[in-house]
DNA sequence: ATAATACCGACTAGTTAGGTCGGTATTAAT
DNA sequence: ATTAATACCGACCTAACTAGTCGGTATTAT
């Protein structure tokens, strides 16, 4: 029931990415002004890229950038592509003999769809202004 | 972001109890019927006895009960008295040099507060019609 | 006296989070 | 062509936490 640091940090680095506004920003830059682990944000970044989030450019000047709009982008498609484990209860897609007759298996779907709703719901452009 | 085998097992314990509607009943049966292995089970109990959810009686024929109405136990108080952590993320209370500009923060409480607001609007009797 | 129970503290193995480190590939400026 | 700045990659490491186990003690109905 926590939110990692890696799903934290790399927030933090589209929301310092969104409002670059298109022009690529190197990690050094993200690391320094968003106090986040070089060597760490290096594995974020390149996984956010990855999952289609940013693109990258190599070389002097280069850096990432955002992939898409970010009207587009939400907390959950980060969560995801971050591999923030979403699932909160094993169960609920698992396998298990008491599925039929368990009923605190409610509790967790309710909680389940509640938390990925309120996530999608919340885009990176809502976050800056 | 999960939520912890104690609290899943606290609250299949808690919905059996309930069932039992004001009878005790042993760590043995509980343990058997809700397939929760009995030590754990009894290290759990023995917290939320101590958190003022149940009670107990030692001795043959004895066990442990609900210490309150089920339409007063929200799966919220269960997480708290269980010691889930649900504090999603360390800045939220804690101290944050970054803190007052610091745009992610409104994500997390959002998450947060909703997060919140479901667990403790799930009651124990919910879960058992 | 006995058996069934709750109660308690110490210990442990496996997993995961949150990194570090060393090296390679690519590219702009000189 | 060389250099310096960057992204990229895989192997490794450590501390904390989860999910228990184990052995023993206290209490109580029969």
Redesign the pocket.
Known sequence: M?I??????GLRAMIHLAQKDGS???????SEKEL?????L??I??QM??GGL?K?????????TLAKKHEDITVGELFRCL?E?MLLVDCIDGICAQKKHCKSINAWEKIQKSLEKTINSITLISLIK
């Open positions: 926590k990692s640091k890696k799903s934290q940090y690529f920003c190197s990690l050094k830059e993200i986040i682990p070089f060597n760490y290096e594995k970044c390149s890229e990855k940013l990258s450019r190599k070389g002097v000047y280069g850096g990432y591999g484990r």
